[in-house]
């Protein structure tokens, strides 16, 4: 679909698409529309409405399939929107929402915003980043979302925040790679648990010759290496206060001098930061410069732990191994290690699992899938592993449903699909492998996938 065009549907009314004022307006400004139509609706689209309600809400949230999908909620009536309202839509995965009668040109409004959308995803699924930062969950397919923008829209210094593993250096570099500087220089990392505080001054800014015992030559630091480039400091919550305080002088001013030299220099670079630590708990304990915490997370990105986007464990795994051996398909997985790689727990996140993989692929011999013997025997699940898939995160996220005001049905249909897409995805599309796994016939799978391609226009919610 062009970066132009955009599907449609006209909520919670029954008057005749040529008949809609907003709709000419968009198409004036140079926007092709079409109604929404059975099926999965391609690309980005428009939802107009006259009030907020819990259909919309269920409808909503079934077209963007709770995210995944671009969708602009659009209020078409004075007052359509309560103060809550728009929090509430974009809870159930809309991108954002605008009231038509607030703008003073909103075609041209919602055209940007198409726009910009259209020019995000082509970045979020061009090679640079799938081949690098692999993922399609929810979690990491916003992060993505958010990293190329900032990225590639903007200088604004970022903060990554995010547990150890998580992937933290592979966003600072893609950050970097989308930089639109046309003559951007290097990209320069310093591990700031490893910056000894003797020498402290001497890595950041450099120093004279003679300008301390050792010193038999002048040396440039982070910052002149990073200028007309991007510096990325790694753990930045392990630096001291004193280093602190200089480094948000040269933030600041882009200047900086020497150790042992007079002249001021200037580095304009665009700084990236990341930490595993809370930084707000820091500055509120005085830990952290408050002044510098600000200047540092003009954009705060949270990079997700593992366990909040299961469904890139497999997709991951096959990554890993096409790493570790190029040139050959990754194997199948026999159901039981599947299961096994699925539930098991992976403290050090991304990277724990890279060094699963690694074992794994050490014992796998010849054509066939991997097999319960080529996990290492301390990766074996003990005789009397709980079976707690219902935890605590299962119930949180019921919890918030029922807050949010969904409906047992609801709640109970969205754990269907989530539990039939997750099948299917880790079957490879095989519906046999997938009903297997679900406990129900083919058949019966095969009528539940034909009833939700029938598409979000055909559910009762969407009748309005």
């Known amino acids: 679909m062009p970066e132009s065009a955009a599907w449609f549907h006209l909520f919670g009314t029954d008057r ?12 004036a400004a140079g926007l092709s529309l079409r109604p929404l139509e059975r099926g999965e609706p391609g690309g980005a689209g428009l939802v107009f409405f006259d009030e907020v309600s819990d259909p919309l809400c269920a409808f909503v949230r079934d077209v963007s399939r709770a995210g995944r999908r671009r969708v602009l909620a659009v209020a078409t009536t004075p007052g359509a929107l309560g103060a809550g309202d728009p929090w509430r839509l974009l809870r159930q995965g809309t ?17 940007s915003r198409l726009e910009r959308w259209a020019a995000v995803d082509r970045l979020v699924e061009s090679p640079l980043v799938r081949n690098h930062l692999v993922g399609e969950s929810p979690a990491w397919t916003s992060l993505l979302r ?8 903007s200088d604004a210094a970022v903060l990554l925040l995010g547990e150890s593993g998580t992937g933290k250096e592979l966003v600072a570099r893609l950050i970097h790679s989308l930089d639109p500087r046309p003559r951007r220089k290097e990209l320069v990392v310093l591990d700031c648990t490893t910056v000894v505080p003797e020498l402290a001054g001497s890595e950041f800014f450099g120093h004279e010759r003679g300008a301390y015992t050792g010193a038999q030559g002048p040396r440039d630091g982070a910052f002149s290496l990073a200028d007309g480039g991007t510096l990325f ?10 280093l602190q305080a200089q480094l948000l002088r040269v933030v600041q001013e ?15 670079f665009r700084l990236v930061c990341a930490t595993n630590r809370v930084l707000q708990d820091e500055v509120a304990r005085r830990e952290f410069r408050a002044d510098l915490y600000y200047r540092i997370a003009a954009v705060t990105c949270r990079v997700p732990p593992l366990r909040d986007r299961p469904e890139d464990v497999l997709p991951l795994f096959r990554h890993f191994w096409q790493q570790l051996r190029p040139g050959a398909d990754p194997p199948e997985l026999d159901d039981c290690v599947r299961e096994h790689l699925l539930r098991r727990p992976y403290p050090g996140n991304v990277r724990d699992l890279r060094q699963l993989v690694a074992r794994i692929a ?25 079976e707690d898939w219902c935890d605590g995160d299962f119930e949180a996220a019921i919890r918030r449903a029922l807050a949010q005001g969904v409906t047992l049905k609801e709640i109970g249909r969205l754990a269907s699909d989530a539990a039939i897409r997750m099948a299917l995805g880790e079957a490879d599309g095989n519906l046999q492998r997938a009903a297997r796994r679900l406990g129900v016939t083919d058949r019966a799978l095969q009528m539940r996938r034909a009833a939700e391609r029938r598409g979000p226009g055909e559910l009762p919610e969407a009748r309005g």
């Open 16 to 27: 005749p698409s040529r008949e809609f004022h907003p709709l000419s307006s968009l198409a």
């Open 95 to 111: 991108c954002d929402v605008l009231s038509w009668d607030r703008s003073p040109d909103p075609a041209r409004e919602v055209l």
């Open 146 to 153: 958010q990293v190329v923008e900032v990225a590639a829209f």
């Open 233 to 242: 400091l790694d753990e930045v919550g392990e630096l001291p206060l004193s």
């Open 254 to 268: 882009k200047t900086y001098k020497r150790v042992g030299g007079n002249a001021w220099s200037r580095a304009d």
């Open 362 to 386: 050490c014992r796998h011999v010849g054509p066939g899938p991997v097999t319960p013997g080529d996990l290492p025997e301390d990766e074996r699940p003990a005789a009397d592993a709980p």
